[in-house]
Protein backbone atom coordinates (compact mmCIF):
# COMPACT_ATOMS: atom_id res chain seq x y z
CA UNK A 1 0.00 0.00 0.00
CA UNK A 2 1.86 3.61 -0.98
CA UNK A 3 0.35 6.90 0.52
CA UNK A 4 1.21 10.32 -0.99
CA UNK A 5 1.18 13.86 -0.04
CA UNK A 6 1.97 15.84 2.86
CA UNK A 7 -0.39 14.00 5.74
CA UNK A 8 0.87 10.50 4.20
CA UNK A 9 3.17 9.72 7.58
CA UNK A 10 0.39 10.77 9.75
CA UNK A 11 -2.72 8.91 7.57
CA UNK A 12 -0.71 5.76 6.86
CA UNK A 13 -0.09 5.45 10.69
CA UNK A 14 -3.62 5.79 11.62
CA UNK A 15 -4.47 3.42 8.91
CA UNK A 16 -2.81 0.74 10.15
CA UNK A 17 -2.85 1.32 14.04
CA UNK A 18 -6.91 0.96 12.88
CA UNK A 19 -7.26 -0.65 9.67
CA UNK A 20 -4.10 -2.94 10.94
CA UNK A 21 -5.52 -6.21 11.62
CA UNK A 22 -8.01 -6.64 9.18
CA UNK A 23 -5.75 -5.75 6.78
CA UNK A 24 -3.63 -8.35 7.97
CA UNK A 25 -5.50 -11.00 8.24
CA UNK A 26 -7.29 -10.09 4.66
CA UNK A 27 -3.59 -10.58 3.36
CA UNK A 28 -3.20 -14.04 5.00
CA UNK A 29 -6.24 -15.45 3.80
CA UNK A 30 -5.55 -14.34 0.51
CA UNK A 31 -1.90 -15.61 0.42
CA UNK A 32 -3.09 -18.80 1.40
CA UNK A 33 -5.54 -18.92 -1.31
CA UNK A 34 -3.13 -18.09 -4.19
CA UNK A 35 -0.49 -20.55 -2.39
CA UNK A 36 -3.01 -23.29 -3.36
CA UNK A 37 -3.99 -21.75 -6.33
CA UNK A 38 0.04 -21.66 -7.68
CA UNK A 39 0.03 -25.11 -6.91
CA UNK A 40 -3.04 -26.64 -8.39
CA UNK A 41 -2.61 -24.41 -11.37
CA UNK A 42 -2.57 -26.47 -15.00
CA UNK A 43 0.12 -24.81 -17.40
CA UNK A 44 3.63 -25.60 -16.25
CA UNK A 45 5.78 -22.75 -18.10
CA UNK A 46 5.38 -20.73 -15.08
CA UNK A 47 4.31 -17.47 -16.28
CA UNK A 48 0.95 -17.54 -16.10
CA UNK A 49 0.87 -18.19 -12.39
CA UNK A 50 3.79 -16.48 -11.35
CA UNK A 51 2.23 -13.53 -12.53
CA UNK A 52 -0.16 -12.75 -9.82
CA UNK A 53 0.23 -10.70 -7.03
CA UNK A 54 -1.50 -9.45 -3.73
CA UNK A 55 -2.65 -5.65 -3.74
CA UNK A 56 -4.12 -4.04 -0.72
CA UNK A 57 -6.70 -1.31 -1.45
CA UNK A 58 -8.19 1.38 1.52
CA UNK A 59 -10.64 3.24 0.06
CA UNK A 60 -10.50 7.20 1.02
CA UNK A 61 -13.04 8.58 3.41
CA UNK A 62 -14.03 4.90 4.73
CA UNK A 63 -12.85 2.03 6.47
CA UNK A 64 -13.21 -0.04 3.56
CA UNK A 65 -10.42 -2.33 3.25
CA UNK A 66 -9.88 -4.54 -0.22
CA UNK A 67 -7.07 -6.98 -0.98
CA UNK A 68 -6.79 -8.06 -4.47
CA UNK A 69 -5.07 -10.95 -6.44
CA UNK A 70 -4.36 -9.15 -9.50
CA UNK A 71 -2.27 -10.06 -13.03
CA UNK A 72 -0.95 -8.05 -15.36
CA UNK A 73 -1.28 -10.93 -17.80
CA UNK A 74 -5.15 -10.49 -20.02
CA UNK A 75 -4.49 -14.60 -20.97
CA UNK A 76 -5.14 -15.75 -17.54
CA UNK A 77 -8.90 -15.38 -17.77
CA UNK A 78 -8.93 -17.45 -20.87
CA UNK A 79 -6.58 -20.64 -19.48
CA UNK A 80 -9.14 -23.58 -19.50
CA UNK A 81 -8.35 -27.03 -17.66
CA UNK A 82 -9.93 -30.04 -18.40
CA UNK A 83 -11.76 -31.65 -15.07
CA UNK A 84 -12.81 -35.01 -15.57
CA UNK A 85 -16.53 -35.62 -13.76
CA UNK A 86 -17.89 -38.26 -11.97
CA UNK A 87 -19.16 -39.95 -15.47
CA UNK A 88 -17.33 -42.23 -17.16
CA UNK A 89 -17.66 -39.88 -20.31
CA UNK A 90 -17.79 -36.48 -18.43
CA UNK A 91 -15.28 -33.87 -18.53
CA UNK A 92 -15.75 -30.78 -18.03
CA UNK A 93 -13.92 -27.11 -19.27
CA UNK A 94 -13.01 -25.12 -15.97
CA UNK A 95 -11.30 -22.23 -15.35
CA UNK A 96 -8.29 -22.27 -13.27
CA UNK A 97 -8.99 -18.61 -12.47
CA UNK A 98 -12.64 -19.74 -11.70
CA UNK A 99 -11.77 -22.94 -9.80
CA UNK A 100 -8.74 -22.37 -7.55
CA UNK A 101 -9.33 -18.53 -7.05
CA UNK A 102 -12.79 -16.86 -7.00
CA UNK A 103 -14.51 -19.84 -5.66
CA UNK A 104 -12.19 -20.20 -2.57
CA UNK A 105 -12.40 -16.49 -2.54
CA UNK A 106 -16.34 -16.56 -2.23
CA UNK A 107 -16.40 -19.65 -0.15
CA UNK A 108 -16.71 -18.83 3.49
CA UNK A 109 -17.09 -14.99 3.02
CA UNK A 110 -19.95 -14.30 5.43
CA UNK A 111 -17.61 -16.29 8.18
CA UNK A 112 -14.97 -13.60 6.87
CA UNK A 113 -16.93 -10.50 7.16
CA UNK A 114 -18.09 -11.28 11.00
CA UNK A 115 -14.68 -12.63 11.75
CA UNK A 116 -13.43 -9.05 10.26
CA UNK A 117 -15.55 -7.19 11.72
CA UNK A 118 -14.35 -8.00 15.47
CA UNK A 119 -10.93 -7.61 14.63
CA UNK A 120 -11.84 -4.14 13.58
CA UNK A 121 -14.49 -3.08 16.59
CA UNK A 122 -11.55 -4.36 19.01
CA UNK A 123 -8.82 -2.18 16.98
CA UNK A 124 -11.39 0.41 17.52
CA UNK A 125 -11.93 0.20 20.63
CA UNK A 126 -8.23 -0.52 21.32
CA UNK A 127 -7.27 2.73 19.87
CA UNK A 128 -10.36 4.66 21.67
CA UNK A 129 -8.86 3.27 24.91
CA UNK A 130 -5.39 4.62 24.36
CA UNK A 131 -6.69 8.15 23.49
CA UNK A 132 -8.24 8.75 26.91
Known sequence: MTIDGPLAA??????????????????REAQQILDDA?????????????????????IPGTFEVEVSILSDLKYVRYIKSTKVGKDDNATRIRSPLQAHLLKPARKGKMERIKRLT?????????????AR
Do not use: C, N, Y
Open 118 to 130: EVLAAAIQHEIGE
Open 10 to 27: DLSQEIDGILGPVMDDLR
Open 38 to 58: QKKWPVKTGKSKDSFELVTTV
